[in-house]
C-alpha cells in the first residue's frame, strides 16, 4: 500500500469517524474506551474530529431488559430514547480525562435534504470544530420514520463527511478491512485499495452479521463510494484497529477519492 494513503489521515485536518453498535454495545461496551483515546490522540495533534456512532437502540436494549433488537418502530424509537442519553455519558466520562466536551448531534434525513436546515447543521458543526468540541453525531431515531430513515449510519457517516468537508473518513466495525468474500470463507482475500473507478463487481459482498446493526460490508461500500465521489478519502477498518488507523498505519481497506472531485 502507498505511503501517501493511509498516512495522509495522520496528517488530516478535519477526520469523521464512524463506529457500528456491535462495537461500542453489549460485551464490547468496554472498548469506547480505547476508541475515545484514539480519538482524543488525533484530536491533541491538532485534527477536528467528528464521531458518528450507532449503538443507542442497542444501549437501550439491556436497561429495558429487552435481549433481542425490536421489529416494531415505537419500541425502537422508546429505546433510542433511553440509550442515546447513556451512550452519550459514556463517552463523555471517557472523554473527560482528555479534557474534552462532546456535543451531541442528532439528524434525521430531512435535515439534510431540506437547503435550510442542511445549512444550519453545517453551521453547527462548524462552530462546534471551533470550539475545539468534539461532536457525536446520530440518527434521531427517537423521531425518525421509516420513510425519513438513513437506513444505516454509514450512510449518515459519508453525509456528514460531505457536510463538513471533511479529508477522510474513517468506518469502524468489526471487520479489520474489506475482503474479495465474506471473510469467514476459507481463501478470503483481504483488499488493501480499491480505485475510484473500480465498481468491486468481482468481489461478493454481504450484509450485517450482527443482531443489533443495521449496516454491513454493503453498506460500507456504498458510503464509501459516496464520499469519494465528492473528493473523500475513505478507509476501512475494525473498532479494534482505530488507533493504528487514525496514526496512518497500512490497516483495513483504503477507498481512493475522485481526484477531480476537487476541481468541480
Do not use: C
Amino acid at each position: 500500500m502507498s505511503l501517501t494513503a493511509n498516512s495522509q489521515i495522520a496528517t488530516a485536518k478535519r477526520i469523521v469517524v464512524k463506529v457500528g453498535s456491535s462495537s461500542i454495545s453489549g460485551a464490547n461496551a468496554d472498548k469506547i474506551e480505547a476508541l475515545v483515546a484514539a480519538l482524543a490522540d488525533a484530536h491533541a495533534r491538532g485534527s477536528e474530529v467528528v464521531l458518528v456512532s450507532s449503538g443507542a437502540i442497542a444501549t437501550g436494549m439491556p436497561l429495558l431488559n429487552l435481549e433481542s433488537k425490536p421489529e416494531d418502530l415505537p419500541t425502537s424509537q422508546a429505546l433510542a430514547s433511553v440509550g442515546q442519553s447513556r451512550l452519550i455519558a459514556r463517552y463523555q466520562g471517557n472523554l473527560e480525562k482528555f479534557g474534552i466536551i462532546a456535543g451531541q448531534v442528532l439528524l434525521t434525513s430531512g435535515d439534510l435534504e431540506g437547503e435550510d436546515t442542511r445549512e444550519n447543521a453545517a453551521k453547527a458543526l462548524e462552530r462546534l470544530l471551533e470550539l475545539r468540541v468534539l461532536p457525536i453525531v446520530n440518527e434521531n431515531d427517537t423521531v425518525a420514520t421509516q420513510e425519513i430513515r438513513f437506513g444505516d449510519n454509514d450512510r449518515l457517516a459519508a453525509l456528514v463527511a460531505i457536510l463538513v468537508s471533511a479529508d477522510v473518513l474513517v468506518l469502524l466495525s468489526d471487520v479489520d478491512a474489506l475482503y474479495d468474500m465474506p471473510p469467514t470463507k476459507p481463501g478470503a482475500t483481504r483488499i488493501e485499495r480499491v480505485a475510484f473507478e473500480d465498481g468491486l463487481d468481482e468481489i461478493e459482498v454481504g450484509g450485517t452479521s450482527t443482531g443489533v446493526g443495521t449496516g454491513g460490508a454493503l453498506t460500507k461500500v456504498g458510503a464509501a463510494k459516496l464520499a469519494n465521489a465528492q473528493g473523500i478519502a475513505v478507509l476501512l477498518t475494525s473498532a479494534d484497529l482505530v488507533a493504528s488507523a487514525l496514526a496512518g498505519e497500512s490497516v483495513g481497506t483504503w477507498f481512493e477519492a475522485d481526484a477531480s472531485a476537487a476541481q468541480r
